[in-house]
């Protein structure tokens, strides 16, 4: 690794360090302000089990399509790696909206599927955003090679990207936050009574 490499690195690692919890709190804070006001006990629903599913296909569809079942070791390190990972964030997020009272379908697939794992996303990609915009401009081959692009990326491309992504990546922190205040949206201390009573 030459000197270049290691002051990316170590950017991109301090910016994550800085930016990662910021972004987790903008993006679930409206789902975390009804978690902590309501305290309401973790309850699964079959649902959930179904969104597991989806995602456990996904992951599944992921590592056929990166590696391919070919390369039967590095496949199946793969797919041990991400279905445990799925395992972790799907009982967190069950525990998570549990807490929050949430108990529609609909909504809970959206944080399951959707806003959780963009979160986690958005958590790796903006810190280390510079730094692929500054690749993108310095070494286009590299780039090419790591994003197994099948075109040659033209000069400029770093600075387009740095432009767009000034754009794009806050109007997603920015939607993401809505998704969440929309989960939430109704959500009661009377309607968790409700679902935590006994029949």
Known sequence: MNARDRALAIGSLELTLVLAPLIAWVILLPVNRAGGRLRAPTRFFLIDFVWLLVELQ??????????????????????????FAVLLMWGGAVSFLSRAGVRGSIKRGAFILILLPATLVMMVVIP??????????????????????????PPGSGYAAAWIGAVVLPALVVSLNRLSAWIVKGVTEVAVFRQTAPA
Not at 58 to 83: A, E
Not at 135 to 143: G, W
């Open 58 to 83: 996904l992951s599944l569809g992921f590592c056929i399509q990166y590696i391919g079942v070919q390369y039967q070791q590095s496949f199946f390190m793969l797919l041990t790696f991400l279905c």
């Open 128 to 153: 280390m955003y510079p730094a692929l915009c500054f690749l993108l401009e310095t070494d286009q081959e590299m780039m090419e090679m790591v994003l197994r692009l099948k075109f040659s990326v």
